[in-house]
Each structure stands twice: as C-alpha cells, then as structure tokens.
C-alpha cells in the first residue's frame, strides 16, 4: 500500500502542498497582465492604420468622383450656338489661361473644371496660335481641336471655280478649317510659296498662291494650320496642270514659242477666262480675243481689258489706288478701270496684270491652250451669260449701245 500511494504522487500532476492553488491564481494573473500590456501597445498602431485606411479609401473615391465628374463634363455640350470663333493661344499658356480664354469666349461653362481637364489632357496639350472652334462644342472636342489630335472631325470644302483666295479664306474659317487671317497670311509668304513649287512669272517670284488654289471638292480637318491646307490646296493643280500640259502639248509650245509664256502666264490669263466667261462654249473664244490683242502686231496698245482684274487690285492691295476707297467688293467702276496706280488694271497696263486674278477651273486652263481661232477682238455681255463677239471697235461700239 505505501509503495503503491509514492508511486502515484510521483507519475501525477497536481502539486499536493498548500499554496498551490494561490500561486496558479498568481500565474493567472501575470499573464491576463502581459495579455492587457499586449493590447494597449498594439492599439495605437491599429488605430493609425485603420485611420490611413480610411483616409485613402476617402481620397480614392474623392478622385473616382472628380474623374467621373471631369469624364461627365468632357463630354456634356458647351454653351455657344455653334457659331466659328478664333482664339489665338500665346506660347507659354498655362491650362488655365487657355481655359480663361476660352470662357471669355463663352465657350466653356465651368472655367476651373476646363483648365483642370486640360491639364489632365496630356496627349492634347493645347499648341500654340490661331485655332478655328466652334460653339457649343463640347470640352473633349475642344481640347481635340486645341491639341490638334487627328480624331478631331473632317468637313467637306467646296471651293467653286473663279473664288480667289479672299472668298477661299473666308470659306475656310466658315467652315472651321482655319482662320482667315491665317490663310491670306500663309498664301502670300514667298517663302512658302517657293518650297510649295508655285509658279511665277519670268524674272520674278510669286506674289501669292493665287490661281493656284484648285477649284474642286476637299476634306479637310477643322482647326487645321494654314500651311497644311494651303499645301492640299496646292497639291491639286500641280496633278491637273501636268495632265492638261500633256494633253494640249502643241498650245503649250505655241505660246512659248509667240509669247514666251510658261504655265503662270497661261494660268494667268485662264484666271481671266473664268471671271469673264458664264457659258462653257465662249471659253475658248474669250481666250482667243484676248490672245488675239497680245498677238496681232497691228491692235495698239495692247490693252486686254478686263474688268474683273481692276476689281481683283482692289483686293491685292486696296491702298495703292485712290479709287479703290469705294469698292465694295462687287462693283467695279470706270473710275477703278482708270486707275494708273492700280497695277492689276487691264485698261492702264498693257499684258496680263501682274499674277493670276482667281481659281480657273481645267475648263478654263484648256481654253487657253487651245483656243478658237477667230479675227474677234472685242466682246461685251448680251444677257444670260453670253457675249456678243466683234472684229471692229465700230462693231464693238454697236453692240455696246444695243
């Protein structure tokens, strides 16, 4: 019995002496302590990670909204009815000085919101100079136009036989493409005009892009630069030019071999051609009155003229001649034919006046390279767009009376 009882209190767990369960207690206690020690040291820490937690998540759906905002605005029609405007953006404008411009146009409703979306439209950064916009246009499509991205929309441009570069011009900023200014500027630079191959007369550069401007149906983009349209609008007559070259060889040699003329010479009197002629028929036969002035060794001064060129000095430079204060645009006067310091003037110049007056068509080009052969050396309007043809000034003066 006592050698089984020893054997027990040694194989067992429980301690067998008095103060046993007060020291467990005390075990209980210190380690309740560490527990609580634990989780004060800890608290602070969770609490400063659940706090930035919560303040990113806070800046996040800040910046979800403002993005949602801006996306909303982007696309939401400005104010404005659609109307072209022009706004010039100076190199070194901030986001929010083109915004501030474009609110002093009435463009844009929200200024803050269009120079912050600006500002996030890196791919568009706005590009300094003139920039053609419309009204009503939304604040994506007019950061597209500003940063002239290539998703921004094309428009068809319609340029009608016999518009000179002034109605061209005024045509392009109409319709968006670019301004006015811009386009009389650009199409008037010697510069550009000798690296767009332009042609002039012998022994002088071009005076403008004139003549050369080809009448025909175009796509063009809005707000696009000046010299990117000029250089389409180019482009196109060097094509026509050597076709209807190649087609009417022999009237190409003819007239370099009588009158020492080239393609400015010949598109020169062709731009004459199509102010004056209404009906397809009488183009040749306009171009060969004209044609018979210059070559008939007996008709002196050789005066070819034409009124529609005293008009077109007008245009070119409307402060040489005193009696262009008046002109209108439309009607030429007698006074304007008289006119010495008008130097487009067919009445007070002999020859062709100094470049071409306005876009001939092929129609045009090719009457002057073949003409119709006749003794006529006078023409006046008869009506419904036709001319009464005449050999003699006698006959002339009879059908200008009628």
């Given at each position: 019995m006592t050698r089984g009882r020893a054997s027990s209190s040694r194989g067992g767990k429980e301690d067998p002496s008095p103060d046993a369960p007060r020291r467990a207690e005390r075990k209980a206690e210190s380690r309740a302590?560490?527990?609580?020690?634990?989780?004060?040291?800890?608290?602070?820490?969770?609490?400063?990670?659940?706090?930035?937690?919560?303040?990113?998540?806070?800046?996040?759906?800040?910046?979800?909204?403002?993005?949602?905002?801006?996306?909303?605005?982007?696309?939401?029609?400005?104010?404005?009815?659609g109307a072209v405007f022009v706004v010039d953006i100076p190199k070194g404008a901030s986001s929010r000085d083109v915004a501030r411009l474009?609110?002093?146009?009435?463009?844009?409703?929200?200024?803050?919101?269009?120079?912050?979306?600006?500002?996030?439209?890196?791919?568009?950064?706005?590009?300094?100079?003139?920039?053609?916009?419309?009204?009503?246009?939304?604040?994506?499509?007019?950061?597209?136009?500003?940063?002239?991205?290539?998703?921004?929309?094309?428009?068809?441009?319609?340029?009608?036989?016999?518009?000179?570069r002034f109605q061209i011009a005024e045509r392009l900023e109409s319709l968006g493409v670019t301004s006015s200014s811009a386009f009389v500027r650009v199409s008037g630079d010697p510069q550009l005009l000798e690296l767009l191959d332009v042609p002039a007369p012998a022994g002088r550069g071009p005076a403008s892009a004139e003549g050369y401007l080809f009448p025909?149906?175009?796509?063009?983009?809005?707000?696009?630069?000046?010299?990117?349209?000029?250089?389409?609008?180019?482009?196109?007559?060097?094509?026509?030019?050597?076709?209807?070259a190649s087609?009417?060889?022999?009237?190409?040699?003819?007239?370099?071999?009588?009158?020492?003329?080239?393609?400015?010479?010949?598109?020169?009197?062709?731009?004459?051609?199509?102010?004056?002629?209404?009906?397809?028929?009488?183009?040749?036969?306009?171009?060969?009155?004209?044609?018979?002035?210059?070559?008939?060794?007996?008709?002196?001064?050789?005066?070819?003229?034409?009124?529609?060129?005293?008009?077109?000095?007008?245009?070119?430079?409307?402060?040489?001649?005193?009696?262009?204060a008046s002109f209108d645009g439309k009607k030429i006067t007698p006074a304007m034919n008289r006119d010495e310091l008008n130097r487009y003037s067919t009445y007070t110049n002999e020859g062709l006046p100094p470049g071409p007056i306005a876009s001939p068509g092929e129609r045009s080009i090719a009457a002057v390279l073949s003409p119709t052969e006749s003794r006529y050396l006078f023409f006046v309007a008869s009506g419904g767009g036709r001319h009464k043809f005449s050999e003699t000034l006698e006959e002339h003066n009879k059908a200008v009376h009628r």
């Open positions: 302590d560490k527990r609580r020690a634990t989780s004060k040291a800890k608290s602070p820490r969770r609490r400063a990670v659940l706090l930035a937690g919560a303040g990113l998540g806070i800046v996040a759906a800040a910046c979800l909204g403002l993005l949602i905002a801006l996306a909303v605005f982007a696309g939401r029609q400005g104010p404005g009815d474009l609110a002093e146009q009435g463009a844009v409703s929200n200024e803050p919101l269009m120079a912050l979306y600006l500002t996030l439209s890196k791919n568009d950064a706005p590009i300094p100079g003139e920039h053609v916009l419309f009204g009503g246009s939304t604040p994506g499509e007019l950061a597209a136009c500003l940063g002239r991205s290539k998703s921004r929309r094309a428009v068809k441009v319609v340029i009608p036989e016999g518009f000179h025909a149906t175009y796509e063009l983009q809005i707000d696009s630069p000046a010299y990117d349209v000029l250089h389409r609008l180019v482009n196109e007559p060097h094509v026509r030019w050597r076709r209807l087609k009417h060889e022999a009237g190409v040699t003819r007239l370099a071999e009588k009158l020492g003329w080239g393609r400015a010479e010949i598109v020169t009197l062709a731009s004459m051609v199509e102010k004056e002629a209404a009906v397809d028929e009488e183009r040749p036969l306009i171009a060969g009155v004209f044609l018979n002035r210059l070559m008939f060794a007996d008709f002196k001064p050789k005066l070819l003229q034409s009124d529609p060129t005293s008009g077109y000095g007008c245009l070119a430079a409307p402060d040489q001649a005193p009696s262009c």
